[in-house]
Antibody, heavy 124, light 109 residues
Framework: EVQLVESGGGLVQPGRSLRLSCTAS????????MSWVRQAPGKGLEWVGF??????????EYAASVKGRFTISRDDSKSIAYLQMNSLKTEDTAVYYC???????????????WGQGTLVTVSS | SSELTQDPAVSVALGQTVRITCQGD??????ASWYQQKPGQAPVLVIY???NRPSGIPDRFSGSSSGNTASLTITGAQAEDEADYYC????????????FGTGTKVTVL
């Protein structure tokens, strides 16, 4: 059974840093790209960023709202994806979800598994 | 544009059919995927690609696409289908890798 479990959320002051972890099980983690998606309280879903599998260079992409502040990395030996969040702002307050990307044929991309999410609250 | 636009809310009588639409330029290049989210829960994939359902998703959920518009149809809506629904696709504008729709609240009457 595929499972994604996020951890590391909590209350943090503006300008500080926080690192989230996504621990995966039930599949060969290194074969998949992983994304982070967030949802501010009462709002919709927002894609945050993405890391490709090592087979595709392990490179990353980010939403404009977090580029330069957030960094995604992965440790395939531990089946963990990380989201390092620096210079946090109050508008980063959200539930952060880890997701697994699936792809078919170059025109079909989707997130087939999601974690339960971890809440990050940025407040003084 | 890197936006995907959805109607904010729709309602459907129990057992009837409801269609949710998603519009955006990226849908001319990529298929949409659709996610159901109930209060306090993580999103769940319900439709991906041309019209594919993951294992465990009832066949009353179906998808279609034409031009810049993707649609999710629930045929014979059940009470448990009341939820928020979001579309998603790769972004063809180059601004972001992925973009989510604005979300549609489906109420089953």
């Amino acid at each position: 059974e595929v499972q994604l479990v996020e951890s590391g959320g909590g209350l943090v002051q503006p300008g500080r840093s926080l690192r989230l972890s996504c621990t995966a099980s039930g599949f060969t983690f290194g074969d998949y790209a992983m994304s982070w998606v967030r949802q501010a309280p009462g709002k919709g879903l927002e894609w945050v960023g993405f890391i490709r599998s090592k087979a595709y260079g392990g490179t990353t992409e980010y939403a404009a709202s977090v580029k330069g502040r957030f960094t995604i990395s992965r440790d395939d030996s531990k089946s963990i994806a990380y989201l390092q969040m620096n210079s946090l702002k109050t508008e980063d307050t959200a539930v952060y979800y880890c997701t697994r990307e699936a792809e078919r044929g170059g025109t079909t991309y989707y997130f087939d598994y999601w974690g339960q999410g971890t809440l990050v609250t940025v407040s003084s | 544009s890197s936006e995907l636009t959805q109607d904010p809310a729709v309602s459907v009588a129990l057992g009837q059919t409801v269609r949710i639409t998603c519009q955006g330029d990226s849908l001319r290049s990529y298929y949409a995927s659709w996610y159901q989210q109930k209060p306090g829960q993580a999103p769940v994939l319900v439709i991906y690609g041309k019209n594919n359902r993951p294992s465990g998703i009832p066949d009353r959920f179906s998808g279609s696409s034409s031009g810049n518009t993707a649609s999710l149809t629930i045929t014979g809506a059940q009470a448990e289908d009341e939820a928020d629904y979001y579309c998603n696709s790769r972004d063809s504008s180059g601004n972001h890798l992925y973009v989510f729709g604005t979300g549609t609240k489906v109420t089953v009457l």
